[in-house]
C-alpha cells in the first residue's frame, strides 16, 4: 500500500478520498481542535497530529514519521493562500517564510516524496495578480518537482455542488521518465439536490429568524429577490438594492434539479444565500455534508458553527478520490516500470 502524508487536513475531505483511492495515511495535521477531533473521532487508526505546523516542519521529519527521505509516496494538502513578501523577487522559498504554505514546502524538500497533491480556490491564480501562484511554482521546482496542473469542478466528479478547485500536481523529476500523471475524466452523469437532499438523515442546523423564514417563503425553488414583490425585497436588501450587478446570491433558494452552489463556512450570509429548496431554512450541516460527499456516519465535532466551517472548508470526498485515484494509477505505473528496468 502507497503512504500519504497530509497537511492542513480539515475534516477529512481530502483524506477521506485518499483513503478511499487505496493510500495508508500515516500522518495527518491539524491545528483546528474540533477538526482534529473530527478526525481521531471517526478514523481512530489515523496518526491525527494536533498542532501547529510550525512546530512540526522545524523538526527531523525523518526521525518524526519514521520514512526516510525519498520513501514517501504521496504529500497531500492545501494551505491557506497568503500573500508573500517578495524579498528582493527571489522566487524562492524565502519569498514564502512567514505564509502557511512555507511549511507544505518544508515538507516537500525534506522528505521528497515521490509525488504531492497542492489543492487551493481557484482564486489562488490570480491571488496578488498571479504572483503568489507563480512563487509557489518556482517553489516547487526549486524542491525537485514537474508539475501538472487544472481547475477542477466537483460537480463533474459527482457531487452535486458547483465547486472549483485548483489541483496541483508534481512528479519528483528523477521520476518523470517513468511515469505520468492524468487528469480524471469527468463524470457522464452530474448529479443535482434530488439526489442527496430527499433521504437525508436529519442534523444539527441553524434555523433563519421569523421575518427572514417569512420573505425566503415567498421565493420559488430556483428563484432570487427578483421573483418576489419588489417592494419586499428592496426593505430586505436595504443598501444592496442600489449596487450594481446581478446579486444573484441575495435571498436565493436553491432548487431540487440543479447542484448546490459552493458550500459556504456558515449557513447564512446575505449575499450568498442557498435556502433550502422544500422548506424556509438554510441546509443543516449534514445536508452540506451529503453536498460534500462525507458519508452520513462522518460525524463532526464541535458547536454548530464549528461544524458548518469544517464542512465547508473541506474538499468534496469524491473530487479527492478522483484526483489520488489518479496518483495512485501514477504510481502503479512507476512501479511497473522500474520493475522493467531492473529486469532489463
Partial sequence: MYTSIELFAGAGGLALGVEKAGFDTIGLIEFDKDAADTLKKNRPNWNVIHDDIANISSQDLEEYFGIKSGEL??????????????????????DARGTLFYHYALFLEKLQPKMFLFENVRGLLTHDRGKTYATMLEIFANAGYT????????????????RERLITIGIRNDLVDKTEYQFPKPHEYKPVLRDVLLDCPEGPGVPYGEKKRKIFELV????????????????????????????????????????????????????????????????????????????????????VSSQYKQVGNAVPVSLAYEVAREIYNSLQLLEKNERTKKAI
Avoid at 428592496?234 to 446581478?246: P, Q, V
Avoid at 434539479?257 to 450541516?285: G, I, M, N, W, Y
Wanted: glycine residues 10%; negative net charge; proline residues 8%.
Fill in 147 to 162: 508539475i501538472v496542473k487544472q481547475v477542477l469542478n466537483a460537480w463533474d466528479y459527482g457531487a452535486p455542488q458547483k
Fill in 73 to 94: 509516496d504521496l504529500l497531500s494538502g492545501g494551505a491557506p493562500c497568503q500573500a508573500f513578501s517578495y524579498a528582493g523577487k527571489r522566487l524562492g522559498l524565502e
Fill in 220 to 303: 420559488p425553488p430556483g428563484g432570487y429577490w427578483r421573483d418576489i414583490d419588489p417592494e419586499v425585497a428592496k426593505e430586505y436588501m436595504k443598501s444592496c438594492w442600489e449596487m450594481e450587478g446581478g446579486r444573484t446570491g441575495i435571498l436565493r433558494r436553491m432548487s431540487l434539479d440543479e447542484p448546490s452552489l459552493t458550500v459556504l463556512t456558515s449557513p447564512s450570509q446575505k449575499q450568498t444565500e442557498r435556502c433550502h429548496p422544500l422548506e424556509a431554512r438554510p441546509f443543516t450541516v449534514r445536508e452540506n455534508a451529503r453536498c460534500q460527499m462525507f458519508p452520513d456516519e462522518w460525524e463532526f465535532c464541535g458547536n
